[in-house]
């Protein structure tokens, strides 16, 4: 059978292409285009924060000083790190290395999860302060200080868009684990060889595009306005 | 109906309807083909539904004190009669049963991009249909289609919750199916397909797409946004906790002004597609008509401000949203000259699709002209939250998108079920609708000018004259809707078996057999020929 | 390699956060994080070796997003400026905030 051939009656070849090649082209243009959709999603989001930051700019402020930098940034490397190791796994899956491509994939797995516990963290550091709106929220002492100039209530705005940009972003990373537990099962019986890489491109793409969102949460929620 | 004969259970040749039999068979099925038939069944479901809250709310306002219902029910009446619309007919109608039927056979492939993912969109339409049928049964809601806040997100003691879910869930459904379109235009056209060899029909649904892929998910998070603050007491949109209510309307007309944009793009395509056949012409302008679907895509995303002029928003906002509400006007009235052009001197018949889109162009003409109005700020004061918005936009929702809709189903009708209905019966219900539509919505303009509100459950007396008026045309024009719904279920079984081209017209959905078998296209067709080649030797300009 | 560069703009994004540059503390932050976006776009997802369709799609997605945010805050910036007196000799209009 020549590589065109062989390309053609591929087993992970769907019905409605022609061969690989187009398979390939389709599902990569399919997944920008959702990407774009969450560009939009997350967009209306930022959109509605960025009016309320320039509204109540000073509470805002308040607001970031009270989370943690030290976690955030540290997460921010965490992120960086697993959309580096989901690109080797890419890469590892583009030459047909079946170890190297389940191995990259479990260790963007582990630092996703690195992620999600220090995320669980701030958010229980959050309620210990009692910061968290409507469900817990009696701020005091030190924290009441870093808030009460921007106005309280203005304050628990900050925290209403914190807890769901931060919780809608916790979500996308959720089914991003869901994913790449998906891709590792297939991964290890040897799917993602002879030229056959489509699902796990895919799925890094998306993973790029979560860390993406992260890396403008952190300085939008966290740098507000500086702490000096 | 006298040729019409009880055809004998001949052996029929293999094709989509009879390839596999059982629930099991449809519902599990990713065929683009059976798909649509799913959203076909869904969707008249649905347009039943809401039809009846209109009927409902007609008859209520034959007095000027209310005839039928109490004040609060009637606001859930309307508010339910615009979401069940608006959510669960118009923007899945064409794209969804007409473009999943027609997207693969006019680019000449097996099927779209992602049939699995067709599927799930339908499902996920079904669960946000079930989301809503649910509040509607448990006591429905009563904010408005537009769900504005802070009586959506506050105060309102309805069943706003269930319904947002609804609507927040139906919007991915439109968001898959428009990626899927855009992606199978973009990837699978057959050899010889080049964009401008298109069929306008395959342009309406691109721009389509692109709308839903770009605005779709703002409404989404805006949904999510009205839910959060309405489970977990938030102030994201409410002044007494320091939100902004027009934040809320903000970002919801970001969708719902391209929304509407989703509705009628389509129609004009099949409008294309329809004039073309039935007066045996090229489309006057291809290129032109093309772009100016793109051209409305684009603009319609500049335009939202214009349902806020008198809202409280900035006036310098309001000057430039107004003045982009006229520019968006342009390429709509492109359309139309090019379709008059393309009736000039060609060789026109009057089947029923042919009469829907005649009567779409003018219908839609008369609602975007009234558009103009309101593009205005200042008679937009006088006419806001009067019944003139209400007509202006039945004339373009159901006297544009709803007759090119029906006239779609109507040409497609013998591909789609491999069966003709009878002709004189579909011309005498299109011209009952035309005349039921007139007659409901017509009085509705003068209504509005003279000063009657919208969504009021009653109104002054010296109204009710044309009050009636209305609920008389609606009522012919319920009678014109059932008429197809009768002789098109009939059709399928005792309807003339149809040809592969029974019209004849162009494109390559016409050269597989009717209804197409499971793979559309025996062998990938090759595309050599201009779009419309209806008359060879005509040389219209381009 | 492309890693490093982005561990590196994060060190810098926190770092700048302890300066005091007034209102430049978040167009700095902003400028940064744009960077860092472009590096994982361009690197890691391949968009530099992409094909044109694949760049215009990105491209109209935030186009389509600057669009939402620009014209919604347009409202609200321009809301405090009071329109033009209808009098030539009329008081002058208060000043924006």
Not at chain 2, 55 to 80: C, D, S, W
Not at chain 2, 292 to 314: D, E, K, P, R, Y
């Amino acid at each position: 059978m020549t590589e065109t051939e062989a390309r053609a009656h591929h087993p992970g070849l769907a019905h409605q292409f022609q061969d690989l090649e187009q398979q390939q082209e389709t599902d990569t243009l399919g997944i920008w285009i959702f990407l774009v959709t969450e560009i939009m999603f997350f967009g209306g989001l930022f959109a509605a924060y960025a009016i309320y930051r320039w509204l109540y700019f000073a509470a805002f402020e308040g607001g970031s000083h009270i989370l943690d930098i030290k976690l955030g940034a540290a997460n921010t490397m965490v992120l960086l790190a697993s959309s580096l190791t989901m690109a080797l796994s890419v890469r590892s899956a583009q030459t047909g290395n079946r170890r190297s491509t389940v191995m990259f994939l479990v260790a963007t797995m582990i630092l996703g999860s690195i992620f999600l516990v220090i995320k669980g963290v701030e958010y229980n550091q959050k309620f210990e302060e009692h910061v968290v709106p409507t469900l817990d929220w009696a701020p005091q002492g030190e924290t009441l200080a870093k808030i009460a100039p921007g106005g309280v209530g203005h304050a628990e705005m900050y925290f209403i868009f914190y807890f769901a940009m931060t919780g809608l972003h916790a979500i996308h990373m959720i089914i991003g684990m869901g994913l790449l537990l998906w891709l590792v099962l297939r991964a290890r019986k040897g799917t993602f060889t002879g030229g056959y890489f489509g699902p796990v491109e895919v799925v890094g793409l998306y993973w790029h595009f979560v860390d993406i969102v992260w890396i403008f949460l952190f300085p939008l929620l966290y740098l507000i306005g500086g702490r000096y | 109906m006298s040729t019409a004969t009880l055809e004998p259970r001949v052996r029929a040749r293999k094709n989509y309807l009879n390839a596999d039999y059982g629930w099991r068979s449809w519902l599990f099925t990713v065929d683009h083909k059976r798909i649509a038939l799913l959203y076909l069944v869904s969707i008249t479901f649905f347009f039943v539904i809401g039809g009846s809250f209109a009927v409902l709310m007609r008859i209520h306002l034959v007095e000027p004190q209310g005839a039928l219902v109490q004040p609060e029910t009637y606001n859930k009446l309307f508010t339910l009669h615009g979401i069940v619309m608006i959510f669960f007919f118009l923007i899945p109608s064409i794209p969804a049963v007409l473009g999943n039927f027609l997207v693969p056979l006019m680019v000449g492939a097996r099927d779209l991009a992602f049939p699995r993912l067709n599927l799930l969109s339908w499902y996920i339409y079904v669960v946000g249909g079930l989301f809503t049928l649910y509040s509607a049964i448990a006591g429905g809601a009563d904010t408005g289609w537009t769900f504005y806040t802070p009586y959506s997100s506050t105060y309102s003691n309805t069943q706003v919750t269930a319904v947002a879910i609804g609507v927040f869930v139906s919007g991915f459904s439109s968001i898959l199916t428009g990626l899927n379109f855009i992606v199978t235009i973009h990837k699978m056209r057959a050899p010889g397909l080049t964009w401008f060899r298109m069929p306008l029909f395959l342009w309406s649904i691109y721009a389509t797409s692109i709308i839903q892929v770009l605005g779709t998910p703002v409404l989404a998070i805006v949904l999510f946004a009205l839910l959060l603050e309405r489970v977990f007491h938030v102030g994201i949109f409410t002044p007494a906790l320091g939100g902004d209510p027009l934040l809320f309307q903000h970002l919801f007309w970001f969708y719902s002004h391209p929304a509407v944009y989703i509705m009628i793009l389509p129609a004009m395509g099949v409008v294309s597609e329809i004039i073309a056949c039935f007066s045996r012409k090229r489309i006057f302008g291809y290129k032109i008509v093309a772009f100016s679907s793109v051209a409305i895509a684009v603009l319609g995303f500049l335009v939202w401000g214009h349902h806020m002029f008198v809202t409280g928003q900035s006036v310098y906002a309001g000057l430039i949203f107004s003045m982009l509400s006229f520019l968006v006007a342009i390429p709509s009235a492109i359309k139309v000259f090019n379709w008059t052009s393309t009736l000039y001197k060609g060789s026109i018949s009057y089947e029923a699709p042919m009469l829907y889109a005649l009567g779409f162009i003018g219908l839609f003409t008369m609602g975007g002209l009234t558009g103009l109005f309101l593009a205005a700020l200042a008679t937009d004061v006088h006419l806001n939250g009067t019944y003139f918005i209400v007509a202006h936009f039945h004339y373009i929702m159901v006297g544009g998108a709803v007759m090119g809709y029906l006239g779609g189903i109507h040409f497609w009708w013998p591909k789609i079920s491999g069966r003709k209905y009878p002709n004189g019966w579909a011309q005498l219900a299109a011209a009952i609708i035309f005349i039921g539509f007139n007659l409901t919505f017509f009085p509705q303009f003068m209504l509005g000018y003279l000063g009657m509100p919208r969504r009021y459950a009653f109104y002054p007396a010296e109204f009710q004259v044309l009050n009636v008026m209305s609920s008389a045309g609606a009522t012919v024009l319920g009678v014109g809707y059932l008429i197809p719904l009768v002789y098109l279920i009939w059709s399928m079984r005792y309807g003339p078996v149809a040809e592969s081209n029974p019209w004849p017209a162009t494109g390559l959905e016409w050269k597989t057999p009717s209804p197409p078998p499971t793979e559309n296209f025996a062998e990938t067709p090759v595309v050599t020929e201009e779009a419309y080649a209806y008359a060879p030797e005509e040389a219209a300009g381009d | 390699m492309v890693f490093l560069g982005l561990i590196g703009l994060t060190a810098l994004t926190t770092g700048v956060a302890f300066i005091d540059l007034g209102p430049f503390n978040t167009v700095v932050a902003l400028a940064i994080a744009f960077c860092k976006m472009l590096l994982v776009l361009l690197f890691f997802m391949g968009l530099k070796y992409s094909s044109g369709i694949m760049r215009t799609v990105v491209i109209a997605g935030f186009f389509w997003l600057a669009l939402l945010m620009g014209l919604t805050m347009g409202d609200y910036r321009t809301r405090s400026w009071s329109p033009a007196p209808d009098s030539w000799s009329a008081t002058a209009p208060p000043t924006h905030p």
